[in-house]
């Protein structure tokens, strides 16, 4: 039997069993479209980049071992009335409930305080008052320390030399405004100039920041339900419960002459997620809006919206099954909707057609349907299966979404065309009356392609100049590669990225990973210092005020700075050595050390794994990629790291800029794959290379074509391009391959 006779018994059967066919799809496409509502979101790493690659395997060691990537609490105002005022008991409580940790036999706050200490999302967490009160409680300790060894007549000499150097002249106590100074500000600087070494705290004078890492292992909802509790602590409707700071009753968080914003990558990611979730909603309206317009202007049968729902239940089928095997949406998923229901509405539109003409001709309802299949299945069938071989080309991208895409395309081309045939046969044979066309479509190309048919050569000939003249101009077409450009700029969560950077000169972080049996080593040490102070000065940043608003990259902390200071100077070899180096550690509390070193459960000190952390500014793409290939380079200058030292870099800018030149790289592969593969389907199923070639040119001229368009529009790329190329040629295969076939 043929394959026209088969497709042919197929729609008879669909007809005679009508009801029953219609039924059973609407059930399907019901309980799919109920499990495609509940599909997951997903804007993290993971969609990104392979699992196995070098840049993941590294992100995920410092999240498991430290958190997830930063969020940042940003309180703006003069530095000093932030930190040498009643603000401060602000910072200290704000800092306890965002920490989720209450102390012993006290009860948190109620509200978005007690809601984190019941989540217990944070993993660890710094702020002003944070360090400020650890250091309080450190120099006082030193100091007693001193007073309890140092014989009399050296202890005087010894306390004015760390006046001299640390600027510490009083008590040291929170409610010691001239204390506070002498820690938090650069007292060699223009008066109100935090240290450089604290720029990750206090970035410059008019700005301070909280800085805390989620637990690793929360679930997409735990992630998000725990950012809207911090975001509804920091935005406490309730600010003037009865708090007390040095006596007086106060607001709990809200700062005087002071704002809080809340940002960091959680938090921009978790919105992009929620924005997809609406995209997708969007998408959907307009889809069917405009399609519907469209049918109901040009496509003269009855039932004209038939083509519409029956697409609309294939998107439905395919994201439900989607759903059911644990998709989730992404930044590329999200585009299948509104390509999937243009395809969808043409098959069936091209059957419904043939099936109207048969029954024009006279043919009943049943008969109509086997000719109506006989004549356009093949056709369809063949475009059908050269574009799911044009979405198959995506499988060797090197990006883990487009992957998706390609597959989630495929499924819903074998859901759409199997629903037209099957579906649309049986939608069909229960109308009434003969089924006429409504009228006639009005249309002008009779002359156009009269002209095509007259001069084909010169038709051709112009056709492929343009195409080479656009592919020419292709490779001139500007790419738009900064992430804040690219995200949906009426997302609140952006608006903040932006306005942190803008006050801080600072919007992600960068991690070195830094992994050795023994990270008390003086040689680690020493090289982990003079590795971050190589890199903050090939990017720029000189200690002042506004070094961090100017620079490339900004410190971050270091375990060296313990015992170094964090200096923008040399550290001579001499001046550590293993016992002074664990004498210091041990006197810094362990709740600080796991912030950026593991450690050893018998000698509490720091094994096997820390972390380097450098604030970097929201860039393109091309130039985050540059700045972390200097930072990789310091890595291995002067000789690199010790002997059994390993240091990798890590963290979400490492791993997009990665996928960013994955991306880049493989654009002309895909574009070629998918032409190849379109190729080798076509070939296989007419067995003649000629009739392969035919429909195949129209193809190849579309890209060419769409370059030119991009280039005279001005429209720039996006990493997500990379994909353009394959998508174009899968869509241009359908109409090309049908109307070859009609």
Known sequence: ??????????????????????????????????????????????????????????????????????????????????????????????????????????????????????????????????????????????????????????????????????????????????????????????????????????????????????????????????????????????????CKFRGEPEPCFQLQGGSLTISGVPVVVDAVAGALADALRTLLIIAVAVMALALIAVFRSRFRLLPLALALAAA????????????????????????????????????????????????????????????????????????????????????????????????????????????????????????????????????????????????????????????????????????RELAPQDVQAVKDLNELQDATGVSGELDVSVRADDLTDPETIRWMAEFKRRVLATGGFSGGDASCLKAQICPGPALSDFVTGGGLTEVPAAQLNRRGIRTALRQIPGYNLRQLATLDRETGLPAGQTLLGFGIRAQSLDDQQALIERVRDEIEAEGGPPPGVEAELAGLPVIAAAAADDLADSRYLLTLAGLLAVALVLLAVYRDLRRALVPLAPIVLASGWSALVLWLSGVPLNPMSAALGALLIAIATEFSVILAGR
Not at 113 to 134: H, K, M, W, Y
Not at 320 to 330: D, E, H
Request: with cysteine; glycine share 8%.
């Open 1 to 242: 039997m043929s394959v026209d006779n088969r497709f042919g018994r197929l729609a008879a059967w669909s007809v005679r069993r009508a009801w029953l066919v219609l039924v059973f799809s609407v059930l399907v496409a019901g309980g799919a479209a109920v499990g495609a509502a509940q599909l997951p979101t997903d804007a993290g790493t993971e969609t990104l980049v392979d699992s196995d690659t070098a840049s993941y395997r590294a992100t995920e060691r410092v999240r498991q071992a430290f958190g997830e990537e930063p969020v940042v609490v940003l309180a703006q105002g003069d530095l000093q009335r932030l930190i040498l005022t009643a603000n401060l008991g602000r910072f200290l409580r704000l800092e306890g409930c965002l920490s989720g940790k209450v102390p012993k036999g006290a009860e948190p706050l109620p509200g978005p305080c007690a809601e984190l200490a019941r989540q217990d999302p944070v993993r660890s967490l710094i702020g002003p008052a944070t360090f400020l009160n650890e250091a309080t409680i450190q120099i006082e300790r030193q100091l007693r320390r001193l007073v309890a060894t140092t014989p009399p007549e050296q202890l005087r000499d010894l306390l004015l030399a760390i006046a001299a150097e640390y600027g510490i002249t009083s008590a040291p106590s929170l409610a010691n405004p001239d204390f506070l100074a002498a820690v938090v500000f650069d007292l060699r600087r223009e008066r109100g100039t935090p240290k450089a070494r604290l720029s990750y705290l206090f970035p410059n004078g008019r700005s301070a920041q909280i800085v805390l890492r989620l637990r690793p292992g929360l679930s997409e909802a735990e992630r998000r339900r725990a950012l809207e509790t911090i975001r509804a602590a920091v935005h406490d409707p309730t600010p003037r419960r009865a």
């Open 316 to 483: 439905a089928i395919a994201f439900g099954f989607f759903r059911l095997f644990g998709g989730a949406l992404t930044l590329a998923s999200i585009a299948v909707l509104p390509i999937l229901i243009g395809l969808a509405v043409d098959y069936a539109i091209q059957l419904q057609a043939r099936y109207d003409e048969a029954v024009a001709a006279g043919l009943r309802r049943a008969d109509a349907a086997r000719d109506a299949a006989a004549l356009a299945g093949a056709p369809i069938a063949i475009a059908c299966l050269a574009t799911a071989a044009g979405f198959l080309a995506l499988q060797l991208s090197p990006t883990p979404m487009v992957r998706g895409f390609g597959l989630l395309m495929v499924a819903g081309i074998a859901i759409a065309f199997a629903l037209a045939f099957v579906a649309g046969f049986a939608a069909l044979s229960l109308r009434r009356g003969h089924g006429e066309l409504v009228g006639h479509i009005p249309t002008n190309s009779p002359w156009l392609v009269n002209l095509m048919l007259a001069r084909p050569r010169r038709v051709l000939g112009i056709g492929l100049a343009l195409a080479v003249l656009g592919w020419g101009l292709g490779t001139q077409i500007e790419t738009q590669s900064d992430i």
